[in-house]
């Protein structure tokens, strides 16, 4: 059985650093995409970083680029964002998604249909 659970989310002053972490069980990860979403109150789920688990291939929404990092470590089976510089328009409920359906080589898809597991999610709040 595949399971996602998220960790690491909470309140942080703007300008501040937060670490999210997801652990990932039930699947081994080689050659898959793993991606992190959010969502804001009264907005759709939106893509922001995302990986090919052992290929080192990472994408990012602009709007988070260069301020954050998406990484794995392959013998915890956990895919982190560390998110610095943050905002308050960084606030959502921050998701871990898997997709297990497909092998890519390029980049992690940045289309939430392409995955089919999801974690619980995440709270992160950034106060001005």
């Known amino acids: 059985q595949v399971q996602l659970v998220e960790s690491g989310g909470g309140l942080v002053q703007a300008g501040g650093s937060l670490r999210l972490s997801c652990a990932v069980s039930?699947?081994?990860?080689?050659?898959?995409?793993l991606g992190w979403f959010r969502q804001a109150p009264g907005k759709e789920r939106e893509f922001v970083a995302g990986?090919?688990?052992?290929?080192?291939?990472?994408n990012y929404a602009d709007s988070v680029k260069g301020r954050f990092t998406i990484s794995g470590d392959n013998a915890k089976h956990t895919v982190y964002l560390q998110m610095n510089s943050l905002k308050p328009e960084d606030t959502a409920v921050y998701y871990c998604?898997?997709?297990?359906?497909?092998?890519?080589?390029?980049?992690?898809?940045?289309?939430?249909?392409?995955?089919?597991?999801w974690g619980q999610g995440t709270q992160v709040t950034v106060s001005s």
């Open positions: 998604a898997a997709d297990f359906g497909h092998y890519y080589s390029v980049r992690a898809p940045a289309s939430l249909k392409s995955y089919d597991y």
């Open positions: 039930g699947r081994s990860l080689s050659g898959y995409a």
């Open positions: 990986m090919l688990w052992g290929g080192g291939t990472t």
